[in-house]
């Protein structure tokens, strides 16, 4: 699984950190910080937190 996150329209709110935390993350000056190519065994945490992402900057490919 390959996951890109659109920094134009990304505003750091946070809640794919929260939906799935073994891939995305806050640094310590609330920027997010994410593993582009997580395990398979995650991708239902990741396609929730493409859902729940408020500005639908999360990308999800194979």
Sequence with gaps: MKVT????LCQDHGQCAIAAPDVFRMDDDGKLVYEPNP????????????????????????
């Design 5 to 8: 996150v659109d920094r134009a």
């Design 39 to 62: 395990d398979d065994s995650l991708r239902d945490e990741v396609e929730e937190a493409a859902d729940v992402c408020p500005v639908q900057a999360i990308l999800i490919g194979d």
